[in-house]
């Protein structure tokens, strides 16, 4: 499994956060397990592999930093939506915003244009043109005003 592979499993339980009324740990236990990985092997080809351990703990340290900085996150992203409700914005786009962000902010080791990149390439996967553009859109205007490196 490779670095994207493992952003995207992020992105799928980090949307998953967004409604169900389970704790990240519990979420975490109950997903990264092979038995897990079985069943959804089946819908969908990103489970076909069980994450080794690096990539165990880097989803988990994604999806953790996503649910502990949530509202500062969200704020980001309301910030920059221009002429978007947040409500309007699709869970799908704030969960892929979210972990992107949370990678920029607090993963100095992650590239920030590799962040946005891999960002609007697993948009691409679920989101309409107009929604990836919205993405890539947010996520240059928080770095360029966001971040100084």
Avoid: C
């Amino acid at each position: 499994m490779v670095r994207n592979t493992a952003r995207e499993i992020a992105v799928h339980l980090s949307y998953e956060l967004s409604f169900t009324d389970k704790t990240v740990e519990d979420l975490l236990d109950q997903r990264l397990t092979a038995e897990a990985f079985e069943t959804l092997s089946a819908e969908d080809a990103l489970y076909q592999e069980m994450p080794n351990a690096k990539q165990a703990d880097y989803i988990r340290r994604l999806v953790r930093g996503v649910a502990e900085h949530g509202p500062e996150l969200d704020g980001y992203i309301a910030k920059y939506a221009k002429g978007w409700n947040f409500a309007r914005i699709p869970l799908v786009a704030s969960a892929i915003m979210r972990v992107a962000m949370y990678e920029i902010l607090y993963m100095p080791e992650i590239p920030n244009g590799a962040a946005i990149n891999e960002a609007v390439e697993i948009a691409k996967k679920y989101e309409t043109p107009e929604t990836v553009k919205f993405i890539n859109g947010i996520l240059g205007t928080f770095v360029r005003q966001e971040i100084t490196e």
